[in-house]
T-cell receptor, first 112, second 112 residues
Framework: NAGVTQTPKFRILKIGQSMTLQCAQD?????MYWYRQDPGMGLKLIYY???????DKGEVPNGYNVSRSTTEDFPLRLELAAPSQTSVYFC???????????FGPGTRLTVT | SQKIEQNSEALNIQEGKTATLTCNYT??????LQWYRQDPGRGPVFLLL?????KEKRKERLKVTFDTTLKQSLFHITASQPADSATYLC???????????FGSGTQLTVLP
């Protein structure tokens, strides 16, 4: 199993540009999550999904959108990139709500 | 929502000693608490989950305690090794959807 995969690994965006961060898991997990991690800080939940077709906002959803059309994929969309969105983004999945989460390797995004 | 505090940003200990990391939370006691390890440039990796009715849990050289009266969890690494050097994050469920809230982590360095 590949586990949780994320692409790209690194990306530099100009202010106002858009992009999609890809996340996929091959563990047949129902729950998927997007977090951002700023230097020296903990993980902040952006959006999560409890199954295909169902998504909900986390702690810091502004400036982001998600979709979950399949169990495997959970892309994160940035519509109008801002410098405040410079961060490392992690995707994670879990079989159920109260079980351990499996994290991807992260995407390091810089907005200039 | 929960506020989580992890002890001092950085902890240095000598190889072979026991490292003790602290996680304090402020509001209601959660049903469980999780600990993760994060290496530089990588996603967090799950280590242990301890439930509110468990006082202590062990896994190899790791031991976690959970004191709901003190609102505190302690994470111990016995016979520490340089390979244990990493940032350790505690996380607990909060909010109506019981999504994980992460602490900012403690960076542990084990000196040879």
């Amino acid at each position: 199993n590949a586990g949780v995969t994320q692409t790209p690994k690194f990306r530099i965006l100009k202010i106002g540009q858009s992009m999609t961060l890809q996340c996929a898991q091959d563990m047949n997990h129902n729950y998927m999550y997007w977090y951002r991690q700023d230097p020296g800080m903990g993980l902040k939940l952006i959006y999560y999904s409890v199954g295909a077709g169902i998504t909900d906002k986390g702690e810091v959803p502004n400036g982001y959108n998600v979709s979950r059309s399949t169990t495997e994929d959970f892309p994160l969309r940035l519509e109008l990139a801002a410098p405040s969105q410079t961060s490392v983004y992690f995707c994670a999945s879990s079989y159920s709500r109260d079980q351990e989460q499996y994290f991807g390797p992260g995407t390091r995004l810089t907005v200039t | 929502s929960q506020k989580i505090e992890q002890n001092s940003e950085a902890l240095n200990i000598q190889e072979g000693k026991t490292a003790t990391l602290t996680c304090n939370y402020t509001n209601y006691s959660p049903a469980y608490l999780q600990w993760y390890r994060q290496d530089p440039g990588r996603g967090p990796v799950f280590l242990l989950l301890i439930r509110e009715n468990e006082k202590e849990k062990r896994k190899e050289r790791l031991k976690v305690t959970f004191d709901t009266t003190l609102k505190q969890s302690l994470f111990h690494i016995t016979a520490s090794q340089p390979a244990d050097s990493a940032t350790y994050l505690c996380a607990l469920p909060s909010g109506s959807a019981r999504q994980l809230t992460f602490g900012s982590g403690t960076q542990l360095t084990v000196l040879p």
